[in-house]
Each structure stands twice: as C-alpha cells, then as structure tokens.
C-alpha cells in the first residue's frame, strides 16, 4: 500500500517553455501533498505543500509564480513549471501524506521527475 | 526552523558487517524521525520510523534508536548486504513538514 506515482519520469523541453509534472497516490486518499527538489549529490529541498482544494504554502525563496502547484483531488497534484530555463534542471520529487492540520504522519515519496531544460 | 545534522557523509563496509548512521537535531518539539533509502535515480523509500514517544524500534536487519535528552537519533544495518548500497537520509519534524539530513553515501564491499 501507500504508493505514489509520478509522471513523466524525465522531460527535456526547451527554454521558456513551461512543463507539467502530475503526481499522484494511488491507493490512499492524500489530504496533504508536498514538493521537493533535489540537486546532484544534494539532500531534499521542500518547495511548497499543497492541500486539497486550497491554495499552495510556498517555502522562502520558492517563486509561486513560477511552481505553479494544484491539489484538485485527493489524489493528484501537479506542478507546473512555467518559463522553464537551464538552471530549473533538476529531479523533482513529489510526496503524500494523510495528515492533515499539524499532526504528523508518513510521506510517501514518489518515483521523481527528471527535468532538464536545454 | 528545524536543523538536522547527518554523520558520516559516505560509509563503506564489508558484506555482513553492520552499518551505523547518526543524526541530531535542533528543536526538541521534533516528534517523528523517519529514515529514508534512494537508490540512484529514484525516489526516497521509507525504511524505518520512529516516534517521540519509544527509544528503539527495529525491523528485521535495521533498527533505529532515539534519544531526546541528546536530541540524536541512529539508524543501525546489521548484516549488510550488496543491496543495501544506496544514500541514506534522516530526517525529523514537529509538525508535518520534514527537514532531512544532509544524506549518506553507504557502500557495501562484497
């Protein structure tokens, strides 16, 4: 059980265009749903996170405007990013959680999304 | 916000010897301390977890100890295999979003 999905697995796309990362859980209902970024030999960055039906908590630094992240259902966020250029090349990495107002509980992780932007 | 330091930074071992990895963290609200394996080019894969609430947990070959008066937690491989070669994450939360060590590179010497 508790497992997440992702898609696409990799995308290249051009500078200036903008990409769509789906991410979805596919046996639970996921109330919470968190997005990371993560460089070459580098730990996980939280980007923002996301709960059903209500607008996006970007981390500091995080362009909203630029992620642009939608939690229409209980079981799939996407992420898009807009205007993409070299430096947003990177592996993204979406995650869910049940847990809701606080309370902790377990994230699951999905596959990831290798981005490279030429 | 929460901080959490990760030692070693890349560990090798011989096959069946046991592997140790060691995190502290900074706010003592911290309640949940899961462990995460990535293998190259995928995702972060829950291996273990522990709560505020228990001092040591174990699944089969790993284990994790927690000590809140020291604010450090460990996670413990015991017979290491080939398949265990991968980065190892730990990471800690008071809340729900999670800060993760900075990662260890294990490599098991067959």
């Known amino acids: 059980g508790a497992v997440v999905s992702q898609h696409p697995s990799w995308v290249i796309c051009k500078s200036g265009t903008s990409v769509k990362i789906e991410c979805r859980s596919l046996?639970?209902?996921?109330?919470?749903m968190f997005w990371y970024r993560q460089f070459p030999k580098q730990s996980l960055m939280l980007m923002a996170t996301?709960?059903?039906?209500?607008?996006?908590?970007?981390e500091q630094g995080v362009e909203k405007d630029k992620f642009l992240i939608n939690h229409a259902s209980l079981t799939l966020s996407t992420l898009t990013v807009t205007s993409a250029h070299p430096e947003d090349s990177s592996f993204y990495i979406c995650s869910a959680t049940t847990t809701s107002g606080g309370s902790v509980d377990t994230q699951y992780f999905g596959p990831g999304t290798r981005l490279t932007v030429l | 916000g929460e901080n959490v330091e990760q030692h070693p930074s890349t560990l090798s071992v011989q096959e069946g010897d046991s592997a140790v990895i060691k995190c502290t963290y900074s706010d003592s609200a911290s309640n949940y301390f899961p462990w995460y394996k990535q293998e190259l080019g995928k995702g972060p894969q829950l291996i273990i977890d522990i709560r505020s609430n228990v001092g040591e947990k174990k699944d089969q070959r790993i284990a994790v100890t927690l000590n809140k008066t020291a604010k450090h937690f460990s996670l413990h491989i015991t017979e290491t295999q080939p398949e265990d070669s991968a980065v190892y994450f730990c990471a800690a939360t008071p809340d729900y979003k999670l800060s993760f060590g900075a990662g260890t590179t294990v490599t098991v010497r067959a």
């Open positions: 996301s709960n059903e039906g209500s607008k996006a908590t970007y």
């Open positions: 046996d639970f209902q996921a109330t919470t």
